[in-house]
């Protein structure tokens, strides 16, 4: 994995970034249940082998899954 330098933080954050877009419960609030969803395996899954393969970069924006 590569990693680059944040500012003058010290931190080294991966190149590569998970998007957590589709994690959380699909329903009819789902603001993304049409696009995918994940359940809590598949997310501990996923989350797993990124941290395995070094990534330390998740978008987990508000606006997923409305907050």
Known sequence: MRYNQLGNTGLFVSELCLGTMTFGAAGENAQW????SLDQKGVN???ARS??????FFDTADVYSFG
């Open 33 to 36: 249940g049409l696009i995918a």
């Open 45 to 47: 899954e996923i989350v």
């Open 51 to 56: 941290i395995a393969a070094g990534v330390n």
